[in-house]
């Protein structure tokens, strides 16, 4: 006897995403908005005007005590003790071979008090390993997916947009920071954080004040082009962006060496971490010019890869894999994110192409991102 599907869960503004008509699909368990209408026009709305996304689906894990700091930094590859209270870190959290089991934003919120913000797929993951790293630390690691929703408004018109909801001093409020605030009467902690390329800002709140937050910034929003955004528009707007998906470009078969995120990964910190010396080993790798690459790849056709589909260069010859694929709104064509050999990886490769079900389609290596906001 097998056990019944489990349904999947719903964020606190599900009834209101259905009343907007919008196509739900299931990601990672929950019921999630994947568009409302056209998915381009959702992402045009970003990059020109602004986007309301329903981000609750994200793991919430709260971390206090006298040593969270130190917790953090034996259980991550960052050095979160060095954090300033206010400031948030893009981090990741690795095995004990240096394999990536998520990438994470942690936010520190008081002197002794982070929460970390895990992808949803991974969330429960992330909190076993944060509770078995901290053993012999005196922390207490809470789960607090239930104690949020997670709503973002993200675009050129988002500051102008919640300037309008809350007196937080937003014009200081500096990227990857946050502060608590009050927004639109709900209190929320206001993070400039997202992923989409833009500007914006991510507003954590308690779910029974979500709905009450989605429509007044929709009020708010409407006289500039506010526009409610899903999954899907997401997906290209970091895409676009060139920022890394779980389970695409981060995987546990892969460091963050091997994704060209190196940079995150703080040796100089005081005592021992989780995968320190595989990660050694993958930066020495690294250094002497790694087997693979990530690079971006831009069509010359109008066929859009997708992940898996091998990449090959000159002759033929397989020297790499899509990790992601999809047509860009923003430039008007296909792009994709691939890994490659090394001696292919550089700007301007001439011959490499996608395997595009039998078909070769010649593409153009570029650096990432593909899209960069004017700041």
Not at 75 to 95: K, P, Q
Not at 153 to 180: F, R
Request: aromatic share 6%; charged share 25%.
């Amino acid at each position: 006897m097998t056990d019944a599907p489990t349904a999947p869960r719903r964020t606190a503004l599900d009834a209101l995403h259905r009343a907007l008509g919008a196509t739900m699909t299931d990601f990672a368990g929950w019921d999630m908005p994947l568009r409302y209408g056209s998915e381009r026009d959702e992402h045009h709305a970003v990059r020109t005007r602004a986007g309301l996304f329903d981000l609750s689906h994200m793991g919430e894990i709260t971390l206090t005590g006298p040593q969270a700091g130190q917790a953090l930094d034996h259980a991550l590859v960052g050095y979160l003790s060095a954090l300033a209270v206010g400031r948030a870190r893009y981090t990741m959290i690795c095995d004990a071979e240096g394999g990536i089991l998520d990438d994470l934003i942690v936010y520190r919120l008081g002197d002794e008090e982070f929460m970390v913000v895990a992808n949803a797929s991974n969330a429960q993951v992330v909190l076993d390993a944060l509770t078995e790293r901290a053993t012999g630390f005196d922390v207490a690691v809470r789960d607090d997916r239930e104690a949020y929703a997670l709503i973002a408004v993200q675009g050129p018109e988002s500051p102008g947009i919640l300037k309008s909801l809350t007196d937080a001093d937003l014009d200081n409020l500096k990227y990857y920071a946050g502060l608590p605030g009050t927004v639109a009467g709900v209190s929320a902690l206001i993070a400039r954080t997202g992923y989409t390329g833009e500007d914006g800002f991510e507003l954590f709140v308690a779910p029974a004040d979500a709905e009450r937050l989605w429509q007044a910034l929709t009020e708010a929003g409407a006289p500039v082009g506010l526009t409610p955004c899903g999954l899907s528009c997401r997906d290209t707007l970091r895409l676009e962006a060139g920022m890394p998906l779980y389970g695409h470009e981060l995987t546990t078969a892969t460091t963050p060496f091997d994704a060209g995120l190196g940079r995150v990964v703080k040796f100089e910190k005081t005592g021992d971490f989780v995968g320190r010396e595989a990660l050694r080993a993958a930066a020495r790798r690294a250094e002497s010019r790694p087997p693979r690459a990530l690079v971006g790849l831009i069509a010359s056709g109008r066929r859009v890869p997708r992940a898996g589909y091998p990449v090959v260069g000159p002759d033929g010859a397989v020297i790499g894999e899509v990790t992601s694929g999809a047509p860009s709104p923003t430039l008007g064509k296909p792009l994709a994110i691939a890994y490659v050999d090394a001696e292919h990886a550089e700007p301007g490769t001439e011959g490499v192409a996608v395997d595009i079900r039998g078909t070769r389609e010649p593409y153009e290596v570029v650096a990432l991102p593909f899209y960069r906001r004017e700041r």
